[in-house]
């Protein structure tokens, strides 16, 4: 391949990121893959084969944020991980973690809280809801466990501030077994943490 049609296909996959990001920031979408389709359309380009990668758009959405939502983004931020954290502090006994665009620090005011907690017996985390009064939809999502993905039980919490909390139930074993990224969950400890610095990303 030449090297002008490498750079045609780095400032494709460049643009498309940006515009991925921007909808995302602006229209309230939280689905990477959704926003790359979107944005690939709305650019005449439907059939490229040089989508950016997630990574990718995420960086182009803190760029975003950071640029044209500096004022707005933390407090509504600061506002989704400490309805986090109070879930997670509700939800101690099985050992919630956060994970998702409220922790790297991505989420807008559109965007779902997704904690992980671990338990080899859903129906207690579902007694455990409903003895606390908590209205709940039942559902699935896909994680990546033990090298492949894998689908789970999730249950979605309806909240008073109308920000969706999502709630996988991960085996009690994979609490242990490694296979947990450094950066990508965070325990009650390391939110409190987020919170008292003020930061926007959890690096």
């Known amino acids: 391949m030449s090297k002008d049609r490498v750079h045609r296909r780095d400032l494709m996959r460049e643009q498309l990121a940006h515009h991925a990001a921007r909808l995302m920031a602006e229209g309230g ?6 926003a790359k389709r979107k944005a690939a359309k709305q650019m005449g380009a439907e059939d490229t084969q040089h989508l950016p990668s997630n990574d990718e758009v995420e960086m ?23 309805q986090a954290l109070d879930t997670m502090q509700l939800l101690e006994p099985f050992h919630p973690f956060l ?8 989420a807008g005011e559109q965007s779902d809280i997704n ?13 455990f809801l409903l003895k606390h009064n908590l209205p709940f939809e039942g559902g699935e999502w896909s994680v990546h466990l033990t090298g492949r993905q894998q689908t789970v039980p999730c249950f979605t919490l309806k909240t008073e501030t109308g920000v969706p909390v999502n709630i996988a139930i991960l085996p009690e074993n994979a609490r242990f077994s490694g296979s947990r990224k450094v950066g990508r969950q965070a325990d009650i400890a390391a939110v ?12």
């Open 29 to 34: 979408i939280t689905d990477y893959a959704f």
């Open 192 to 203: 409190k943490r987020l919170l008292e610095d003020g930061r926007v990303n959890d690096e």
């Open 60 to 82: 182009a959405l803190r760029s975003f944020r950071a640029l044209y939502q500096s004022e707005s983004h933390p407090l509504a931020l600061h506002h989704l991980r400490q």
């Open 115 to 127: 904690l992980l907690v671990y338990s080899d017996d859903e129906k207690a985390v579902m007694m």
């Open 99 to 106: 994970t998702g665009s409220v922790l790297n620090g991505t």
